[in-house]
């Protein structure tokens, strides 16, 4: 958006376009209005952060609403994935959708190395009883029932990678629903085969218990 604006103010436009131009990308990023001549793609990303996601996601990533997740400090690769799942409507939400078609996916680069750069929090375990078996399943898996080690992947402090995702500190209402999503295949697409698997040799009993272990690391 910056650069179109900078290379509209170049190129020589009738005025009335060209001041509708400049209205129109002013209107849209009110935050880069007198900003740096030219604004780099970590600016643009800011931006569109502040305009379209920081309402549920937070400005920082640090969603508080339980439903939407945290982004902060997850792998720019895993968020410009799931960007795309849900474009092509291989993941599906009702909610994120449409927010994804509307964005170029050229600055589906830049919104996750924002995203990635920020701090994530932890949330507060509630029971701490539920934590202490869903640590165990997290860390150990149950090798009789054929139940992975969810740090195999995911790794034993919950930081994620570029192929798995960060659960530390995440919100526990926002897991669970993401497990019930895998076991009933509103997320079945390439990499996510993996974690349907995973979720459908699980009871409801532990899905709760390995949240709420999660959220509080
Ligand atoms: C109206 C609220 C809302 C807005 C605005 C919003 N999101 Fe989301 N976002 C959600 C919800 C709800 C989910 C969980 C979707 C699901 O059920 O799978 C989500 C999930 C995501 C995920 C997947 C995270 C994961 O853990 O797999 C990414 C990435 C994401 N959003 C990025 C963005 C970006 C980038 C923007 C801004 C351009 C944005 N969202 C704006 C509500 C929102
Ligand atoms: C074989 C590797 C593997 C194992 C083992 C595994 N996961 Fe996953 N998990 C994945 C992959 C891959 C994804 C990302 C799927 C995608 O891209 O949509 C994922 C995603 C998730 C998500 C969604 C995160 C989000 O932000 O939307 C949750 C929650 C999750 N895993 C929990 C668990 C738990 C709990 C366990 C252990 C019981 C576990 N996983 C074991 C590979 C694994």
Redesign the pocket.
């Known amino acids: 958006m910056p650069s179109d604006y900078h290379s509209a103010d170049r190129n020589v436009l009738p005025g009335a376009c060209h001041s509708s131009i400049r209205f129109q990308v002013a209107a849209m990023l009110g935050l880069l209005i007198g900003g740096p001549a030219l604004a780099g793609d970590a600016d643009k990303a800011r931006g569109i952060v502040a305009e379209v996601c920081s309402a549920c996601h937070g400005m920082d990533g640090n969603s508080v609403i339980p439903n939407f ?1 945290k982004l902060a400090g997850r792998h720019p690769e895993y968020l410009v ?2 960007l795309k ?1 849900f474009v092509s409507g291989t ?1 599906k939400s009702a909610v994120m959708t449409p927010i994804a078609a509307k964005l170029d996916p050229d600055d589906f680069k830049a919104l996750g190395e924002y995203f990635g750069a920020q701090k994530p929090t932890s949330g507060q375990v509630l029971d701490q009883k539920a934590a202490a078996s869903g640590m165990k ?2 860390q150990d898996g149950d090798e009789e029932r054929g ?4 740090a ?3 790794s034993s402090d919950g930081a994620g990678s570029k ?3 960060r ?1 530390a500190g ?1 919100h526990r209402e926002y ?1 669970i629903e ?2 019930y999503n895998f076991r009933n295949d509103v ?1 079945n697409y390439g ?2 085969r ?2 349907r698997e ?1 979720a459908k040799r ?1 009871s409801e009993d532990e899905i709760k218990a ?1 949240a709420e272990y999660l959220t509080g690391l």
């Open positions: 997740p994935r799931e799942e993941r399943l997290y139940v992975p080690s969810c195999g992947c995911h192929r798995f995702p659960l995440q897991l993401q497990m997320r990499a996510a993996l974690m995973v699980l390995v």
